[in-house]
T-cell receptor, first 110, second 113 residues
Framework: TQLLEQSPQFLSIQEGENLTVYCNSS?????LQWYRQEPGEGPVLLVT?????EVKKLKRLTFQFGDARKDSSLHITAAQPGDTGLYLC??????????FGKGTRLSVIA | DSGVTQTPKHLITATGQRVTLRCSPR?????VYWYQQSLDQGLQFLIQ???????AKGNILERFSAQQFPDLHSELNLSSLELGDSALYFC????????????FGPGTRLLVL
């Protein structure tokens, strides 16, 4: 069974701080997706990383896929209250269903 | 707005009852996925349908069943409900299969009392 471990589970920071959340697995994935979910809504895809070592930027968010395609990180620079939400990573492996981590719940306090 | 609609938004029922959750995918999407989200288990894949046919099955209990109709909308039926079935149920859709972006609906919050 493929598992994705996300850490930390909870993170509460002040506006303007930087943070990094992690998504780790012992399995190799063909690609990895990051989602953000806000209360009362479904997850929304932020980015997909495909190549080992790949780095993608989305404004203040930087996503990296590990060289071995087993892990990924999300770094947020100068966090804002609008970044508050549940961040989920999901692994893609062939045509098998997505495997989701349990998420990191981020709270950015103004 | 993802284009995926789910009804109802909230559902409160009693143990032993049966409920039906409905999902309408984005226009043109052939695949529909059902997920269950609870605090302790996270987002768990239940089942996928593609153009009316079951494509993949995940951690779906025997008390649960689903189907996708010719107009591509899907229903998830939950029967003999237990307290532990209380959760958020999400539907997602994609054009073809899991390799593509999945668009999630707003979810149905089920509370079993």
């Amino acid at each position: 069974t493929q598992l994705l471990e996300q850490s930390p589970q909870f993170l509460s920071i002040q506006e303007g701080e930087n943070l990094t959340v992690y998504c780790n697995s012992s399995s190799v994935f063909s690609s990895l997706q990051w989602y953000r979910q806000e209360p009362g809504e479904g997850p929304v895809l932020l980015v997909t990383v495909v190549t080992g070592g790949e780095v993608k930027k989305l404004k203040r968010l930087t996503f990296q896929f590990g060289d071995a395609r087993k892990d990924s990180s999300l770094h947020i620079t100068a966090a804002q209250p609008g970044d508050t939400g549940l961040y989920l990573c999901a692994g893609v492996s062939g045509n098998t269903p997505l495997v989701f981590g349990k998420g990191t719940r981020l709270s950015v306090i103004a | 707005d993802s284009g995926v609609t789910q009804t109802p938004k909230h559902l409160i029922t009693a143990t032993g009852q049966r409920v039906t959750l409905r999902c309408s995918p984005r226009s043109g999407d052939l695949s529909v996925y059902w997920y269950q989200q609870s605090l302790d288990q996270g987002l768990q894949f239940l089942i996928q349908y593609y153009n009316g046919e079951e494509r993949a099955k995940g951690n779906i209990l025997e008390r649960f069943s689903a189907q996708q109709f010719p107009d591509l909308h899907s229903e998830l039926n939950l029967s003999s409900l237990e307290l532990g079935d209380s959760a958020l149920y999400f539907c997602a859709s994609s054009e073809q299969g899991v390799q593509e972006t999945q668009y999630f609906g707003p979810g149905t919050r089920l509370l079993v009392l």
